[in-house]
């Protein structure tokens, strides 16, 4: 009988950005999937709600701030102590940063934040998972990138080059740890029904959706499909890449 490489029995899957939207949905369907998933977020309510949703242990609940780096180390230290190993980091976290700013009034305090939760705190945890994979020779890295960063949208310059970074990022990573066993993948989506877009006015949404060809918003489930692949054993021959999650927008 053929191998289920979808199914994550045995794996520890660490979902970063857990506590909300995209991670949120990812984190229950690794769950269901059969992964013992450790849930990490700056949002401590919102990991304690989905940690009695999931029914997990003490130790597959771990706050992090991915904007600071000793954080991040922290965290992993902490898993590798409690579980082993890890498999697979799901990153789904970051933050908008400041948006309708003009390039001449751009705020750099605010601009360094966004870059660091998105960009750096990113490689951060790259950095700090990869030689436990190397360890193991197995490892699977997806972090949430954004149509952004591929298009740009104006008045959001931190968030744009923040996310064009972590597409940047990702293909030289992939090169250098290809022969380790390791896939490293970005995943770029358009507009997604989350909390992230919940003060989005109508106007805006209206010409965010006018732009997907199929006419409509994602759902973070749809988006959580494609992640859940990017982590498992059967995305074993495509490393580098920006998968796409954006309707039709993205036709590259
Ligand atoms: N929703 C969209 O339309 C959309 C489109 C393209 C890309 N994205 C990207 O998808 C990812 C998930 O976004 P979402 O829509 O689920 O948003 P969301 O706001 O629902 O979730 C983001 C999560 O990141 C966490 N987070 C923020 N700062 C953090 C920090 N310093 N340390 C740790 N965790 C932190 C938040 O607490 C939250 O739980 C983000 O990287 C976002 O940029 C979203």
């Known amino acids: ?16 950005g857990a506590a909300s939207g995209i991670g949120r949905a990812v984190a229950r369907l690794i769950s269901s999937r059969g992964g013992t998933v450790v849930i990490s977020d700056l949002d401590k309510t919102g990991l304690a709600s989905l940690k009695e949703e999931l029914s997990l242990n003490d130790n597959q609940v771990k706050d992090v701030n991915l904007g ?4 991040v180390s922290n965290l992993i230290v902490s898993l ?19 948006t309708n700013t003009k390039l001449e009034d751009v705020d750099w305090s605010a601009f360094e934040k966004t870059l660091s939760i998105n960009l750096f705190g990113a490689i951060w945890l790259t950095q700090a998972v990869v030689p436990f994979m190397k360890d193991r020779k197995y490892g699977r890295i997806a972090h949430v990138a954004s149509i952004a960063g591929k298009e740009g949208n ?38 997604i029904r989350t909390p992230m877009n919940a003060d989005t006015n109508e106007e805006t ?34 490393t580098g890449f920006t998968f796409d999650a954006s309707g039709g927008r993205a036709t590259y």
Request: some cysteine.
């Open 154 to 191: 104006p008045g959001m310059h931190a968030y744009n080059t923040s996310k064009a970074g972590l597409i940047g990022f990702v293909k030289g990573a992939s090169k250098e740890i290809a022969a380790d066993g390791i896939t490293i993948n970005s995943l770029a989506p358009a507009v």
């Open 80 to 98: 590798i102590s409690d579980h082993s190993q890890i498999d697979a980091l799901i990153n789904t976290a970051g933050i908008v940063g400041p």
């Open 68 to 71: 600071d780096k000793s954080s």
């Open 1 to 16: 009988m053929a191998r289920n490489l979808g199914n994550f029995d045995g794996q520890v899957v660490l979902v970063v």
């Open 205 to 238: 949404l209206k010409y965010m959706i006018g732009r997907i060809p199929m006419g409509r918003v994602g759902e973070p489930e749809e988006v959580a499909e494609l992640l859940a692949f990017m982590a498992s054993s059967a995305c074993s021959f495509t």
